[in-house]
């Protein structure tokens, strides 16, 4: 049976108050606009919902109040 619920899930380490690092997960589905399914000219009934995934790890560092550091990798 398809799921049409998303799931989500982070895990973040704090190294110190300045530094974290993070594990992402979460899935997804986008439904077809009115418009991609029902227009006249272009519409496509039978289209479905797009699925996908996406992982994500990252790394945030402090460098002083106004200035931050980010690294990630999806």
């Known amino acids: 049976m398809d799921s049409n619920i998303s799931k989500s899930f ?31 000219k272009y519409g496509n009934a039978k289209l479905l919902p797009e699925k996908g995934k996406n992982y994500e790890l990252g790394f945030n560092h402090m460098l002083d109040d106004k200035t931050m550091l980010n690294h990630s990798l999806f």
């Open 10 to 40: 982070i895990w973040v380490i704090n190294l110190n108050p300045e530094t974290n690092i993070y594990v992402a997960y979460n899935d997804y589905f986008i439904l077809p606009s009115m418009y991609q399914l029902y227009d006249t």
